[in-house]
């Protein structure tokens, strides 16, 4: 797909003057921006010219002859994987689709080997370009599975407008460096680029800041402005920290074609502790099921403090507000029952994970912290590994008149001879959460064995090992 060519696409005469009065404005959308900011899902808008009167009508799909507009958000694939830090973005963009609007995730093929300095103390590490090619796969499934499982689970009955996945690897590899800069590199000012916080902070900082990362800005709005003459793309939506970048693609497009485009940024979601949620910070709650299962991502909004549910149940969901009022006065009654943070869990799960994956979150949850039989019975291999991580995983067959001394010896669970012995003898043993004590005893099918052919064999408090048997 080849790059729009600047010459063609100029129309005002080149100043080089940033317009005057262009300012960041955290209050005054109206119409569809209302019902997101109420939520405290948009946090900045820019510039302020535009954003009280001519973005909101921009977007007003009631006002006669209206159309579609188109929204995008990036996403740079420097791991493999999608985490709750992105999720907010991705919600912003769920948000306009369900208004009519159509919305555009953007993967960053190429600016992932740059490395986005915002937010960074230091550098990040460099990939390789396969790395970052198998990453940018990765992460397309992500976003494609996410827009499925909120179109199937999700729907409102409105029109709502399309979900598109791109990559920018897709005109960037076809773009030659000397060609570009020539093209490109001529309507950025130094002076402007260097003022960014990002930029200043990196600059200030004992590592510094690399060319290739100084140049993530001007990548970043090439890729707003050739979304905005590829797909009339006006608004770019992204986190707080990247309020520099998206100005950045502001001023090029204006000087280059005199229209406005606008910017929506959401808020960042921390830790306990402050810190950015993310792989960098070593923190990320990942929303590939290889990485976190559905019932660790449950557990994660499970665990949320009290404080903290209100507002993660308006960021993080769909429910309308007055249900959420409604929850929170049944929570603030009974807190102890956690019923705000396990509708926040299930909200969450069933969007990333699916129904199945929230099924199966509850399932993990139930045969964990209830010790439900019936729960162990219906759960799958995969589902005992994940809920049972660092358990051993065995596959035995049995034989007539196999006991539990048996099992245990053959999963390697207990050491041979008396010490192994005494350890069932005096209860250091459990089969299905039921502790035995009878080493000779013989394993009972529907008991010592799950309807599904499954065994969950706990030694002392934390030592668990799953057996597979064979040739029921």
């Not at 709005?221 to 100005?247: K, P, T």
């Not at 009974?334 to 943070?341: C, M, S």
């Amino acid at each position: 797909m080849a790059a729009p060519t600047l010459s063609r696409l100029y129309r005002v005469p080149l100043s080089g003057v940033w317009p005057r009065g262009l300012r960041v404005v955290r209050t005054g959308a109206r119409g569809i921006l209302a019902a997101p900011r109420a939520r405290g899902l948009f946090k900045e808008f820019f510039p302020e010219s535009g954003t009280k009167t001519e973005l909101p009508e921009l977007l007003d799909r009631r006002r006669a002859g209206s159309s579609p507009q188109t929204v995008y958000c990036g996403f740079d694939p420097t791991g493999d994987s999608l985490h709750v830090g992105h999720l907010l973005t991705l919600l912003g963009l769920f948000h306009f689709q369900r208004a009519g609007h159509n919305v555009i995730a953007l993967v960053g093929g190429s600016t992932a080997l740059l490395g986005d300095p915002s937010g960074r103390s230091k550098g990040r590490q460099a990939l390789s370009a396969d790395c970052v090619q198998a990453n940018a796969r990765a992460l397309r499934q992500g976003l494609e599975s996410l827009a499925a499982n909120h179109a199937r689970l999700f729907a409102d009955g409105r029109p709502w407008g399309t979900f598109t996945v791109l990559d920018n690897a897709a005109w960037f590899r076809e773009q030659h460096l000397v060609d570009f800069l020539a093209s490109v590199g001529g309507h950025f000012r130094m002076g402007t680029l260097l003022s960014r916080l990002s930029v200043q902070s990196r600059l200030k900082s004992p590592e510094g800041m690399s060319l290739a990362e100084f140049f993530y800005q001007v990548l970043q709005a090439y890729d707003f402005y050739y979304l905005f003459q590829r797909y009339g793309c006006r608004v770019q939506l992204g986190g707080s920290d990247q309020l520099g970048n998206i100005m950045s693609g502001y001023e090029f497009i204006h000087k280059l074609t005199g229209e406005d485009v606008f910017g929506i940024t959401v808020p960042l979601i921390t830790s306990t502790t402050g810190a950015k949620l993310g792989k960098s910070a070593g923190n990320a709650v990942w929303l590939n099921r290889e990485k976190t299962s559905p019932f660790e991502l449950y557990q994660y909004f499970v665990r949320q403090q009290d404080d903290s549910v209100e507002r993660y149940l308006k960021l993080f969901t769909f429910l309308p507000l007055p249900e959420i009022d409604h929850i929170m006065q049944l929570h603030v009654k009974e807190p102890e029952k956690r019923g705000a943070q396990k509708r926040l869990a299930a909200e969450v799960t069933k969007l990333v994970h699916g129904q199945e994956g929230l099924d199966a979150a509850k399932r993990c949850t139930q045969a964990l912290y209830h010790s439900s039989i019936e729960a162990l019975e219906v759960m799958s291999d995969q589902e005992l590994k994940e809920l049972f991580k660092e358990a051993s995983f065995s596959e035995l067959v049995l034989d007539p008149g196999t006991s539990v001394i048996d099992t245990c010896r053959k999963a390697n669970a207990i050491p041979d001879g008396p010490r192994g012995y005494r350890m069932i003898t005096e209860g250091g043993v459990s089969i299905n959460h039921r502790q035995v004590t009878n080493p000779e005893s013989v394993l009972v099918i529907g008991q010592h064995i799950l309807k599904n052919g499954l065994s969950l064999l706990k030694i002392g408090k934390k030592n668990f090992y799953i057996i597979k048997w064979l040739q029921l």
